[in-house]
């Protein structure tokens, strides 16, 4: 019932939400230890009541560079995983594509120069290509064998006779849509 009211954006905002209220519950749970052993080492060494609000400046500097540099982390580290992977494919799990496939979520791939980036902005089809019968390149097993089939009704042999120009006519327009089509 639930996933009729809602749609899939809807419950991946709500899992984004979920994500990011956790990284504020340990961002919480970082400043409240802080607190507590710079107030703890107050009472244990004899600090200043200064030195406390100096070691809990730092230990909030530290906690808010972690947590901005985190998702940076996160992003220089997925990059170099997919290029040792795709530098060394015994490095991580090789997927082929020969006979087409589907990239869901964003991937790094070489080039001939520099790197592509496929699955950005969602899912992205790869389709293996064939050069046709007249040389250009398309989607391969896209053809196949066509039939036309031209039904023609005449009273005699004379009046089927006089037919064969139109059915001529007829095969070669569908000739015509046939390669235009490829």
Do not use: H, W
Request: proline fraction near 4%.
């Amino acid at each position: 019932m639930a996933a009729d009211l809602f749609g899939s954006d809807f419950r991946e905002e709500l899992g984004d939400v979920s994500v990011e209220l956790e990284r504020i519950g340990n961002l919480a749970d970082g400043v409240a230890r802080s607190v507590s052993n710079a107030f703890r080492g107050a009472l244990t060494e004899g600090k200043s009541f200064r030195s406390v609000l100096g070691d809990i400046a730092k230990a909030f500097a530290d906690i808010a560079l972690k947590a901005a540099l985190k998702p940076l982390g996160n992003m220089v580290g997925g990059f170099v995983e997919n290029l040792f992977t795709a530098a060394n494919p015994a490095l991580g799990g090789i997927k082929p594509f020969a006979k087409g496939g589907v990239i869901a979520a964003p991937s790094y791939f070489p080039l001939s120069q520099g790197l592509g980036l496929a699955g950005e902005a969602g899912p992205e089809a790869i389709m293996p290509l064939a050069r046709g019968p007249d040389g250009r390149l398309g989607v391969a097993g896209g053809g196949g064998a066509v039939q036309v089939t031209f039904n023609v009704t005449a009273q005699d042999a004379r009046s089927f006779a006089q037919s064969e120009a139109e059915v001529s006519a007829m095969l070669l327009r569908a000739v015509r849509r046939g390669t235009r089509g490829a």
